[in-house]
């Protein structure tokens, strides 16, 4: 998403690099370099200038230590002014009131409040047992009503129907009652899409406000959003006291600089990041990461805690061990670091966390969840001998196996090289070079793409 | 910012398209503007010479529209250029001097959709989530009835929650049939719907489509299919193409630069033949669709004003460079 940001930024190192020090000049140059990157990466005017500022400040008072080169120690200063424009650290939900806790959604229209909503309800109910109820005042769009009700159908989260002959503000009080009588500890509040210029719908939303009183009140915007984002963000931070920001649709290739812009102008925090429509694409905003992604370093500490959640700890010691002594690396293993690579979201999910270019040239390889399946479908009609001693599977065993797993003895023949490839990988990253050979061998090797 | 063209639509369809008289449009739109109270409140009438401040701060609203650095250097090149050769030195002169610079850019875009061609005439909606396609569909829905054709719609998203019952309220605000099914097979849907039309003789299908994000590789696959499968029941004759005779890409206006990859990702998937740019309502500018027009120019068809069934107005150049160009500085 901001990885057209990083090239940018790779760039200005680049042009930095040989300099011996930080001059005022070369240092308006590499300036200049990150207002455009900025600009193009949709941050709006009034911010990159703010930034751009705040950077040369920190920069000028900057000496330039031990090994780093100038480069390096700017990138480094964009990088910490970057972090501490996005927030510092990340702000979690605050909660913490005689229940029911009110959260209100509020954005303009298409943000995506509604599926939001839903995946909210969701995560609070999956990780901190929080008994939810879902409530939509959105009386204006066609089956905005519906869309709420069946999400919360779908999720097992209970719903307060509503109808659009009511009036929002009823809406909100009966649930709200409904939610103490019924022992909810959250009330999640849907609210219908508003320009912040339209004065009758403004005025609406901050009577929802003054009568719910919630504890959260979430600004929802898409990471699409261009220049405009600064007045919206203004206009509903006025409105309404906001208590922090959900940033949607980062599983595009957006450049999401409005992220900046919304932190800048109405100074709350990013707390959660929507990476998928499906109910579970909703994370926490890390800014530390968000910065690191930026400056091209990769979201490595989000691919590390992914790991951690979905991969077998004990398997990944087992195979981690293999890895290290470079000896025995078989198709039992091979399987395992596929079943792994599943649980960790699939191929794609993980490439999209990789450094820029290097999840560049994984896509430009098409990367194939699908392939993934099938070779798994493969190594597992092999007998246990065939799976430790591939070395064995001649002509007849291929044409059993592919027969068995019902595809080519092409594909067979196929997977079989990709599993001398990944051993080879295996026994380089052992020797040395470490993680950054293997990252930049994994690309073309990773089994599933072509 | 088109708040005007709203409150006063019946003025803004009447408004002359350039070219056509002996006045220069520049003239017209003004006194168009003024009209409806809305005069160029310009900081350049306070007069003085030409100098670089004045074009920062073009640059400044350029940028803050979202046309983006590339398109914005090319118009302040361009500008410079027609301040040399026009001689320009008065600074009231350079704000009409850069619309008129951006008219070269936009005019070329402003193409009307013609739906009569053929029967029944197909379009396909496409666009990332939550743009406005089917809201845009419910207010062609209208615009197409009100020239004496008929609509049949088609509820060809199949994935988000209520889409289908959303474009069928719209079905009914219009009076105007629509084909859902059960099932999660957009082609399906959409197949069925215009082999209805074709029996019933009807003259527009719409079909919706579930928003999708270009990076999402397997939904841009899907809606090839759709395309393809469309391509079927009504191909290639010898006085017709295949349908979709039409695939619009939806834009929401407060997007920023991604608006152009949305652009050639659609257009290199499906081949857009037409631009909607919905929530202009707003504060939003649209601005984007400059740097659509420089790095890969597709006709804008109609914009979006509002969430109501006649929202919807024909792209007109000149309006939409007063409405980028009237902002405070
Ligand atoms: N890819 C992707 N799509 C999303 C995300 N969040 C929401 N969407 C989609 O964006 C569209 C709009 O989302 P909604 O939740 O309906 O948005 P809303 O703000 O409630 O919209 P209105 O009520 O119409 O104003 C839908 O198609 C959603 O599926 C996200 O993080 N990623
Ligand atoms: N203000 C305004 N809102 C619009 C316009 N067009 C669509 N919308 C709203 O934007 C939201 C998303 O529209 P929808 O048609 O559901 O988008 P889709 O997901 O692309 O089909 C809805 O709340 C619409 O009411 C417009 O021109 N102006
Ligand atoms: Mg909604
Ligand atoms: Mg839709």
Redesign the interface.
Known sequence: MLDNLTQRLSGVIKNLRGQARLTESNIQDALREVR?AL????V??PVVKDFAAQVKQAAMGQEVIGNLNPGQAFIGVVHRELTKLMGEHNDALNLAITPPAVILMAG?????K?TTSGKLAKLLRDQQKKKVLLVSCDV?????I??????AA?LEIDFYASDISQKPQDIALAALDYARKHYHDVLIVDTAGR???DEAMMAEIKQLHAGLKPIETLFVV?A??????V??AKAFGEALPLTGVVLT?L?????G??ALSVRHVTGKPIKFIGVS?KPNGLEPFHPERMASRVLGMGDVLSLLEEAQRGVDVQEAEKLAKKVKSGQGFDLNDFKMQMVQMRKMGGVSALLDKLPAQLSKAATDSKVDDKAISRLEGIINSMTPLERSKPELIKASRKRRIAMGAGVQVMHVNQLLKQFEQTQSMMKMFSKGGGMAKMMRNMAGKIPGMR | MF?FLKKNSSETATAPTAEKSGTSWIVRLKSGLARTGNQLSDLFSRGGMIDDELYDELE?IL????V??DATNALLADLRRHVREHKLSEASELKAALAHCLLKLLKPLAIPLQADTHQPFVIMMVG?????KTTSI?KLAKHFQSQGLSVLLAAGDT?????R??L???GERNNVTVIAQQSGDAAAVIFDAIQSAQARKIDVVIADTAGR????THLMEEIKKVKRVISKVMPETANSPAAPHEVLLVL?A??????L?QVKAFDQALGVTGLVLT?L?????GG?IAAIAKAHPIPVRFIGVG?GLDDLRPFVAEEFIAALLDQPA
């Open positions: 455009m600009l193009e990466a949709d709006a005017l303009l229209q298409g943000a995506g509604t204006y769009r066609p089956a905005a519906e869309q709420l009700r069946t999400l779908q320009l912040a210029i898409d699409m959003t261009g220049q405009d984002a007045n919206t649709k599983d595009g290739d957006a450049r600089g409005a429509e | 708040s400044t940028i803050t529209s979202d983006g650095m990332v989530n939550g743009a406005g419910g994935f988000r929650a209520a889409a019952e959303q069928i309220t719209w994000l270009a990076t999402q929401d407060n997007t920023g630069q991604n608006a990859s929530k309502d707003g504060t939003a500018k984007v969430e």
